[in-house]
């Protein structure tokens, strides 16, 4: 009789964590908020050099008025290599962050509440299987519109505003398109592509951003391992 007891007992899922398995989960989360903490300090490092970076660019080209607006040309190739690292990083950042926040609200809240922590097999079985097979929980392109809504849209609309600036007044006030299509002449390459090419650029970016949000609303309802921002 003893045996079958211990029998069923065995075979009986359990519902609720044990103090030792409550003292593990809340180092694991302490160690996810350390991880989310060291990468959320690196996305920072990329949005630094991109602030530093346009604001040298300000100064060679509003040095004088004769001063070349090529630096915020080449302003743009650097902030554009700038969004890829970071939108590189950031996907392994969310990894942690989403991670920390699926503790929180299922763990810590119905902790809080009194409720106790019940093995649900929903977000401790969601959690597991990301331990178990680690993946990235959203696309580059994804990553990449996320940073520019975020903070890069304000960076390049500085560049964008900055360079338009700087052929409308120096040397002196455009007086023409003719002459501010002049102006925007690099070598060979005619005014007008080189703005072309700026407006592609801008553009790009724009839509980039725009077509990744309606992606970002659906995920938030559909995929609990993926935060809001």
Request: aromatic share 10%; proline share 4%; glycine share 6%.
């Amino acid at each position: 009789m003893e045996n079958e007891v211990n029998t069923e007992s065995a075979g009986t899922a359990k519902t609720r964590f044990d103090s030792p398995e409550l003292a593990a989960l809340a180092h694991l989360y302490r160690g996810e908020v350390y991880r989310s903490t060291i990468w959320r300090t690196r996305l920072d490092q990329t949005t630094n050099w991109a602030v530093v970076t346009t604001g040298l660019a300000l100064s060679l080209t509003f040095a004088g008025p004769d001063s070349s607006p090529l630096p915020l040309i080449l302003l743009g190739l650097l902030v554009a290599v700038f969004l890829h690292f970071e939108a590189r990083r950031y996907r392994y950042f969310n990894v942690w962050r989403a991670r920390c926040r699926l503790i929180e609200t299922d763990v810590y809240v119905p902790m809080l509440r009194g409720e106790g922590v019940a093995m649900d097999g929903k977000w401790n079985t969601l959690l597991a299987d990301d331990y178990a097979r680690p993946h990235f929980h959203i696309s580059y392109a994804r990553s990449l519109g996320r940073r520019i809504r975020k903070n890069y849209a304000y960076i390049l609309a500085v560049q964008g505003v900055a360079y338009v600036g700087k052929l409308a007044i120096h040397p002196t006030a455009v007086t023409s398109t003719a002459e501010f299509l002049d102006r925007a002449a690099i070598g060979p390459v005619p005014g007008w592509a080189v703005l072309l090419a700026g407006v592609v650029f801008q553009g790009g970016w724009v839509v980039l951003a725009l077509a990744t949000l309606r992606t970002e609303r659906h995920s938030r309802t559909t995929h609990r391992l993926v935060p809001i921002a």
